[in-house]
Structures are given as structure tokens and as C-alpha cells.
């Protein structure tokens, strides 16, 4: 198990930026295939950003995001992070990271959440326009 804690979540005004971290307890290369979901109120968990550890070049982005949001690792410190800039206030939601198992070869998605076995409990992200 390698718990998984968010931060950095806040509130921000449109066009802002924030930068939310996610925290491993152990290696996140022991459970490579990392991403970040979010779940705005009343709406359905949707994938934002992914990305294989193991691969260079593999995050994927939703197209809401694609172009104003950055994934990116800082494995000697086991974080997760996801760079929000440009913000808009139909990025308000709770963010989530999670982890799952994988090898070089798999892709990390954005899609199936339930490939991800390992979730952090979230962090409150609210633009204001």
C-alpha cells in the first residue's frame, strides 16, 4: 500500500494558478500509472491528467485541460504534482490522485478509474470569477 495524500487545493480567481501535490508514503514507482481525477458537485468523477513514471512523454490530458495543466513527478520526494494554470471556474471540483500498478509498456488512463487501486481523499479546488 502506498497511501496517497493531496494538498495545495484552495480557492483561486479565474485566470490564476495552483499547483496540487500528491504525496506518497512509499515509492510511486511501486505503483507507476499515477493520475488525477476530479468530481465537481452533482457531476460524475471525470480523468484530467495521467501519466506512466515508467515512460517519458506519456501523460495524457482531457481536453478541458490540455494546454493549461501540467502533471509532473518528483520521484526522490514520491510526489505527484499538477500545475493548474489559467484557471476557469469549471475547473471547481475536489481532485483526486490515485495509483495503480504497471509496467513500462502500460498506459496510464484517463478514462478507467477503475484500473487505479490506490486513492488519496481529495483536495478542494474553487475558482471564483
Known amino acids: 500500500q502506498v497511501p496517497l495524500v493531496e494538498s495545495g487545493g484552495g480557492t483561486v480567481q479565474a485566470g490564476g494558478s495552483l499547483r496540487l501535490s500528491c504525496a506518497a508514503s512509499g515509492s510511486i514507482l511501486s505503483r507507476a500509472c499515477m493520475a488525477w481525477f476530479r468530481q465537481a458537485p452533482g457531476e460524475e468523477r471525470v480523468g484530467v491528467a495521467s501519466v506512466n513514471l515508467l515512460r517519458a512523454s506519456s501523460a495524457i490530458y482531457t481536453d478541458s485541460v490540455a494546454g493549461r495543466f501540467t502533471i509532473s513527478k518528483d520521484i526522490p520526494k514520491n510526489t505527484l504534482y499538477l500545475q493548474m494554470n489559467n484557471v476557469k471556474p469549471e475547473d471547481t471540483a475536489v481532485y483526486s490522485c490515485?495509483?495503480?500498478?504497471?509496467?513500462?509498456?502500460?498506459?496510464?488512463?484517463?478514462?478507467?478509474?477503475?484500473?487505479?487501486?490506490?486513492w488519496g481523499q481529495g483536495t478542494q479546488v474553487t475558482v471564483s470569477s
Open positions: 490515485a495509483a495503480a500498478r504497471c509496467s513500462r509498456f502500460s498506459v496510464a488512463s484517463i478514462e478507467q478509474a477503475n484500473m487505479y487501486d490506490i
